[in-house]
């Protein structure tokens, strides 16, 4: 069931409100890869949450309801790089399409392969880090969190590159060990320069 249109606008305005301070917001509208009728809105804005580094956030992915008989279940997808060149719009755009042709909610810890290595504008990168991690929105200190509209609460997840080592170490080991190893080592996923955090 889609959002009714008072809930399209309380999700557009809190996301507005997380980047308001930070500039202008870039919007695109992004089609599926195989039914071009079928779009989802990206936002984009430079320098969030800090000089160097972009914000992208999809806008469409909480029309569709997780759900599975119990209380309603609708995310959005934000991610950022430092980078002034990688761009992840159309690998959010992607991904939450797929979750909503496969019914794959979108979880904190869970990996999806090759979300990166699909993409045409992302070879560079995907070269190292093809897949992608699902974590707690942490990069911008307390915004893209959750937001309550009058047909549930909207969560945000934040979506980062990974290396192929990273994402098998996660499968065996779960993600709260490599969080840890994160943490000791003091690495931002939001690093495209970052080295392997694991051998594995």
């Not at 969030?48 to 909480?62: H, R, S």
């Not at 070879?123 to 009058?150: C, D, K, N």
């Not at 490599?178 to 996923?189: D, Q, R, T, Y």
């Amino acid at each position: 069931m889609r959002l009714p249109n008072d809930d399209v606008d309380r999700l557009a305005d809190y996301l507005e409100e997380q980047v308001a301070a930070f500039g202008a917001v870039h919007r695109m509208s992004l089609p599926h890869r195989t039914d071009l009728d079928r779009k989802l809105g990206v936002m984009e804005v430079a320098d969030c949450p800090k000089p160097g580094v972009t914000t992208w956030c999809t806008f469409g992915l909480a029309h569709h309801d997780f759900a599975d008989g119990g209380s309603p279940r609708r995310s959005e997808l934000v991610s950022a790089l430092r980078s002034p060149d990688l761009r992840l719009d159309g690998a959010l755009a992607d991904l939450a399409f797929t979750m909503m042709d496969r019914g794959f909610a979108p979880r904190h810890g869970a990996t999806v392969g090759q979300a990166i290595s699909m993409q045409d504008d992302l070879q560079s990168l995907a070269e190292r880090m093809p897949h992608v991690v699902i974590v707690h929105p942490y990069a911008w200190g307390g915004r893209f969190v959750s937001t309550e509209t009058g047909s549930g609460t909207v969560w945000l997840h934040q979506v980062q590159p990974i290396y192929d080592a990273e994402r098998r170490f996660i499968v065996d080991k779960g993600f709260d060990t490599f969080e840890e190893i994160l943490e000791a080592k003091g690495v931002s996923l939001t690093d495209p320069d970052r080295p392997c955090s694991v051998r594995y």
